[in-house]
């Protein structure tokens, strides 16, 4: 991305200089999905694809956002007081969302501001493009104003804009991978009690790519409550006779014994992903830190049958990138990442074999749904930060 260019269209647009430059990344999960809400573990990672903002404070109570992914939106403007929901105020929902409830959480936004942003994340491919402008607007508020937010709650807050303000029913996943991410490291995260760890991923030999559907997560949302309200409903069945507050506290030989207390075949099938998906992520972490990456590949494979088998989340388009990139050469395992239902899925392949897998994969994707995928290499980096003016990547 190029921050003088960003800064060149600030000038054209509000025809002064900005001050600051910020950044937020998007994020894959490497495995772990969809425990996040059952108090189960994640293995996610911010990439360097991200958003970037150049912004300046001004004198008055206005906030005027522009985006350059979104020029037909033109200028978006709002005032410091008045932070409420509107659907035509489309992408600009999250930062003030984000305005509004760090306002609440008590810090003081003295002024309004002016604000360039553009991102490099494909647009609705579950990369969180969406927690990426949430966090993205929490460092940039804490950097204008020097507000001082600890970071674990700038990211409770983007949770919370998602789930109150714009209405998606979202676990801290992706909020907490944009916020604490790191470069070269994957976080294991417990989400039950927000425990964390950092773990290195080196592969030297190997890259991670990124397959894009193309295929927009449309009624994502509303199949994804829908899975939450099954995971809650099976909770509630085992906690006639278990003492858990979370599917994620299970062990897959406790679930299995007691498995009969969930009335229903499908809720039942929904729980038992949570509970197999969680202790996949934990002997994942495992074989990663042994040097076992083959026996990680196999965990990610297995994550994505569960997806498809079990809670069904993964649809014709993601099935068939991931099946075809199995039978490729030099692949270590492949996965949807994020939600599902469209989107994108992750492969780890060796780096001579990165060309002919793009290829073969791309083929065959192409072959048997009729649109073509996308394909990226992914480079593990940093969470959301001020960055330098100067800087260009
Ligand atoms: C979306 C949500 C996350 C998580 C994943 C599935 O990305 O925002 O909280 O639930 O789906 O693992």
């Known amino acids: 991305m190029n921050i003088t260019k960003l800064i060149t269209t600030f000038r054209e647009i509000f025809e002064v200089q ?14 772990g999905e969809h425990t996040d809400y059952n108090g189960g573990h994640v293995f996610p990672c911010a990439i360097t694809y991200g958003t970037y903002a150049v912004a300046k404070k001004r004198e008055d109570n206005l906030v005027r956002l522009y985006s350059v992914n979104f020029p037909d939106k033109e200028i978006i403007e709002f005032d410091l007081t008045k932070l409420e929901y509107e659907k035509q105020h489309n992408w600009a929902n999250y930062p003030k969302g984000m305005i509004r409830y760090i306002k609440e959480a008590g810090f003081s936004i003295p002024s309004g ?21 949430e966090l993205l607007t929490g460092v940039l508020l804490d950097g204008l104003f020097k507000l001082g937010i600890d970071r674990l709650d700038m990211i409770k807050i983007g949770k919370r804009v998602e789930n109150e303000f714009i209405g998606v029913n979202s676990g801290i996943m992706d909020q907490f991978a944009i916020g604490m991410g790191k470069e070269n490291a994957g976080i294991l995260l417990d989400c039950q009690t927000l425990n964390f760890h950092y773990a290195p991923i080196q592969l030297d030999h190997h890259k991670i790519l990124i397959m894009n559907t193309n295929k927009r997560r449309e009624l994502a949302d509303s199949k994804y409550n829908e899975r939450r309200g099954e995971c809650e409903e099976a909770l509630s069945q085992l906690q006639k006779k278990l003492p858990i507050e979370a599917l994620g506290q299970l062990t897959e030989a406790e679930f299995d014994e007691n498995q009969s207390l969930i009335a229903n075949e499908t809720v039942r099938k929904r729980a038992k ?14 074989e990663l830190n042994a040097g076992n990456l083959e026996a990680f590949g196999q965990l990610m494979n297995q994550s994505h049958i569960s997806l498809r088998d079990d809670y069904e989340v993964t649809g014709v388009e993601l099935d068939s990138l991931v099946e075809a990139a199995w039978k490729q050469p030099g692949v270590i395992g492949a996965r949807m990442t994020g939600a599902g239902f469209g989107g994108c899925a992750i492969a780890i392949v060796e780096n001579e074999q990165v060309e002919s897998f793009i290829e073969n994969v791309g083929a065959a994707y ?28």
């Open 18 to 31: 900005p001050e600051q430059a910020f950044f937020a990344p998007g994020r894959i999960n490497l495995i």
């Open 113 to 133: 501001f002016e604000c360039v942003i553009e991102g490099n994340i494909p647009n609705g491919a579950g990369l969180s493009s969406s927690a990426s402008i």
């Open 273 to 286: 992903h949570a509970v197999y998906e969680n202790m996949r992520t934990l002997k994942a972490l495992e």
């Open 366 to 393: 192409q072959d048997k749904i009729g649109h073509q995928a996308d394909f990226y290499v992914a480079s593990i980096g940093d969470g959301a930060k001020e960055i330098s003016m100067e800087v260009s990547e």
